[in-house]
T-cell receptor, first 112, second 113 residues
């Protein structure tokens, strides 16, 4: 009965590969996010969706493409992975924009 | 754009010591303010929040007061425990900046027994 779940929890892959991270929330929230946490724990928003519509798209390389098939899911696809993409990626959701966010457990991506 | 500044860590305390983690912000509009906690290997959990000036958020012995005049939201706890060891993030959400959550850099807290 996890509120925000992401898969996989760990992902190790080679440079140049394409990979996806999946996120699902069962809270009935309208808004979902992707955040990137670097090795120094700094958190930066990447994308925000509200009712499947892209609301925020920060300065992120276009190798990163979010997809929201429905309000409860927000997946992240990454093409041509680079070493600098290694980080922990967090999915989150909130009842609506501006309210507190609920975070998933994170996906630790390591590009070798 | 909006920003959040937290005191640098790590902060190392003995059990039962008093904790303060400073947080100040700059915002275009009138933001909501949050403290999140991240335990090792886990995602972020909301610790407390405040949505308007002079509101005090509190949870699990932690508290923070929204001070508009000093643009601050300092986190305090009267007596820390080893189990409080974690990374603490101050954050804001501002409707004039698309309501995205903007985080501070995080402060590592280590509590020794």
């Amino acid at each position: 009965d996890t509120a925000v779940s992401q898969t996989p929890k760990y992902l190790v892959t080679q440079m140049g590969n394409d990979k996806s991270i999946k996120c699902e929330q069962n809270l009935g929230h309208d808004t979902m996010y992707w955040y990137k946490q670097d090795s120094k724990k700094f958190l930066k928003i990447m994308f925000s969706y509200n009712n499947k519509e892209l609301i925020i798209n920060e300065t992120v390389p276009n190798r990163f493409s979010p997809k929201s098939p429905d309000k409860a899911h927000l997946n992240l696809h990454i093409n041509s992975l680079e070493l600098g993409d290694s980080a922990v990626y967090f999915c989150a959701s909130s009842p609506r924009q501006g309210r507190e966010a609920f975070f998933g457990q994170g996906t630790r991506l390591t590009v070798v | 754009g909006d920003s959040v500044t937290q005191m640098e860590g790590p902060v190392t305390l003995s059990e039962e010591a008093f904790l303060t983690i400073n947080c100040t912000y700059t915002a275009t509009g009138y933001p909501s303010l949050f403290w999140y906690v991240q335990y090792p290997g886990e995602g972020l959990q909301l610790l407390l929040k405040a949505t308007k000036a002079d509101d005090k958020g509190s949870n699990k012995g932690f508290e923070a007061t929204y001070r508009k005049e000093t643009t601050s939201f300092h986190l305090e706890k009267g007596s820390v425990q080893v189990s409080d060891s974690a990374v603490y993030f101050c954050a804001l959400s501002d409707s004039s900046e698309g309501n995205k959550l903007v985080f501070g850099a995080g402060t590592i807290l280590r509590v020794k027994s």
